[in-house]
């Protein structure tokens, strides 16, 4: 079993930056495609970013130009760098992680991003 850990949420103003990352509780035992979706209240789950083993990246489209995934391989960590963060950013944010053999990822506990308006 993989439990994605994620930190790095809080508050910031708009316009501001915020890094989140994401690790699993232990070594992962196959390459897996990780990423992020988050919720807003009252809203459902929404793709935010996603980076595949050979580092091919995809993003909703409502965070293209803003916000940024990378990965560690070495850690198994991934990272999404948010930019110019605006309220509508304001939600919990998850990790997921996907072994390659598998067709759903695990889900971490979320981290909540908070943007004022």
């Known amino acids: 079993q993989v439990q994605p850990v994620e930190s790095g949420g809080g508050l910031v103003q708009p316009g501001g930056s915020l890094s989140l990352s994401c690790a699993p509780s232990?070594?992962?035992?196959?390459?897996?495609?990780m990423g992020w979706h988050r919720q807003a209240p009252g809203k459902e789950r929404e793709f935010v970013a996603r980076?595949?083993?050979?580092?091919?990246?995809e993003y909703g489209d409502a965070v293209k130009g803003r916000f940024t995934i990378s990965r560690d391989s070495a850690t198994d960590t991934v990272f999404l760098q948010m930019n110019n963060l605006k309220p509508e950013d304001t939600a919990v944010y998850y990790c997921?992680?996907?072994?390659?053999?598998?067709?759903?990822?695990?889900w971490g506990q979320g981290t909540q991003v908070t943007v004022p308006s």
């Open positions: 997921n992680i996907r072994p390659i053999h598998m067709s759903v990822g695990y």
């Open positions: 232990g070594r992962l035992s196959s390459i897996s495609t």
């Open positions: 980076i595949t083993p050979s580092g091919r990246t």
